[in-house]
């Protein structure tokens, strides 16, 4: 009998990790395990936690611990990627200098990579998901934050400094006025783009709006409860004002967009995260910006999707770069 | 005794081409042989030309055309890379699909590659010029106009479309207010920091300077002959209007790098071409701006250089490109 190579993806966030088993095609064997982080309780309880989210994973696949070929963990920054450290996430306080690699590969005796969680996203998606036709693919993640992760064929740009498709960080208006981003600089897409920063505007928008608005009723009726999808719900229901900030995002987006295909030109580029749920109608309002104000020749063909993966992007890529690096080539 | 490995570089330019014989080390054993490109004269004389001045470059060496690893052809854009074809650069009118890999692999019956022309640059600064010992860099060429390459260790990030590290079309101002491009968009940095725009920025700001200023002086009298180096120059002896231009100069491209920065965070950022026979002043300059503005982490430690090879770069790079082709690894 031949044997079956097994990846177990561990994708590690500050309020959940979440683990499975995958096979040598990309499919979970199992529904993903999902355990607290609980970063408060330390960085020792946090990698026993760790420990077994996969652990339950391997049994829930089926498996033993044995039959698993090799295990991907993926964390969100600051971190050092080549070292196998996580250095000090704002998330995961108050863990420092983590030898999450060295110790997964410590207690399982086999083979064990380690990567930021938005590039192990980005390898899913390009492994089985939406680029899993293409030779190169950027993905950029819309949250509360704006991230990004950066494939060309087999190699995942994951810098020098572990800081590879910070795309958040990606300026798309001059330092002296862009929009103040969380980083403390100016005109980062991260301050235009979020979610966060789409119910910010908003109301920014609603101040100086003349016109009627549902969003304007909509938001004084639910005032704190406002979110980036209400905006996107009121917009494909046709309001004004929703959907000018709708259209703005997709602009900003588009502007981050037409910057990484002046850098690595990828074949296609994915949008993830909550707000793609919006549809084809957001899809194609971002692919339209980035075709008018993107380089042209490339701009020609490049595929602007959405992902496929949604929240199992992680732990599925986590898997794959686990795959990547015993084969050396998807 | 010991096969020696010679990789033949071609760079081909609107003016002219230049090519040497190159050893496993990067050392060219000649200077390099110089012919006009003169495309005017049809693409069927281009490739002719192309194969002389290698036939002439393996001669000066003192070798045979036997002796030849793998030739490296490097052009200058649009091409289709992959295919080995340029397709119809604004520089090299009328040429319109040539097969210049398939032609020079034929004429020679050695492996040839080949590569834009500003890749190859970047690559040849990577293999043997400033970048020599970082895993990662990123070039930016200053000269009429801004290009460049982006090296991630073994990978040339040519670009899904050929256009990896279209650096001078990374924009830095929003698409409705910058500094217009000979692309037809607005914002790019190309349209801040050519050696041409510093030219007519210096132009601009002098229309607008109310103190006395030896740039204007000069200006004044020699009209035509005004160039970047000028303006270099006189901000190097002090003069406070050029030092304007310069320093806005600085930033701009400083802008560029951190895009960079934020998709492929590169170990070192080389610039090259003329500007920066400035010297340290200068790169302090964009150093500064780049520490100000970029990520904290990353530009904590990425290095700020200026290039080494100057105009040598094109066919030591185009050799290197042969070379890695042939080896697999630097």
Request: with cysteine; charged share 20%; net charge negative.
């Amino acid at each position: 009998m031949a044997v079956r190579s097994i990846y177990v993806g561990l994708d590690v966030g500050g309020t959940t990790m979440k683990a499975a088993a995958v096979d040598d095609e990309g499919a979970p064997l199992s529904a993903p395990v999902v355990m607290d982080t609980r970063p408060e309780r330390g960085q020792e309880a946090g990698l026993e936690t760790m420990c077994e989210t996969i652990r339950r994973a391997v049994a829930a696949a089926g498996l033993g611990p044995a039959d698993v070929t090799a295990i991907g963990v993926a964390t969100p920054g600051l971190m050092d990627i080549k070292a196998g450290l996580i250095l000090d996430p704002p998330n995961l306080k108050p863990w420092k200098n983590v030898p999450v690699r060295d110790h997964i590969r410590q207690a399982f005796g086999k083979p064990t990579v380690f990567q930021n969680d938005a590039n192990a996203a980005a390898y899913g998606e390009f492994w089985v998901g939406s680029g899993q036709d293409a030779n190169s693919m950027v993905l950029f993640t819309l949250g509360t934050g704006v991230g990004g992760g950066i494939i060309l064929g087999d190699v995942i740009a994951e810098g020098q400094h572990s800081h590879g498709g910070e795309l958040g960080h990606l300026r798309i208006d001059m330092p002296d006025r862009g929009r103040l981003c969380g980083c403390g600089a100016r005109g980062c897409l991260e301050a235009y783009a979020s979610a966060t920063q789409v119910v910010k505007r908003a109301r920014e928008d609603m101040a100086a709006w003349r016109g009627s608005s549902k969003l304007r009723a909509f938001y004084t009726a639910n005032d704190d409860e406002f979110t980036a999808k209400h905006v996107f719900d009121l917009a494909a229901a046709g309001d004004e004002l929703a959907l000018k900030v709708v259209d703005d995002t997709a602009y900003y987006l588009a502007l981050g967009a037409c910057a990484v295909v002046a850098t690595v030109d990828p074949e296609m580029i994915v949008f993830g995260g909550g707000m793609v749920a919006a549809g084809e109608w957001f899809r194609a309002k971002i692919d339209g910006y980035v075709r008018r104000y993107g380089l042209p020749f490339p701009t020609k063909t490049v595929k602007v999707t959405f992902a496929m993966l949604g929240s199992d992007a992680g732990f599925i890529g986590a898997a794959g770069c686990a795959r990547l690096a015993v084969r050396g080539t998807a």
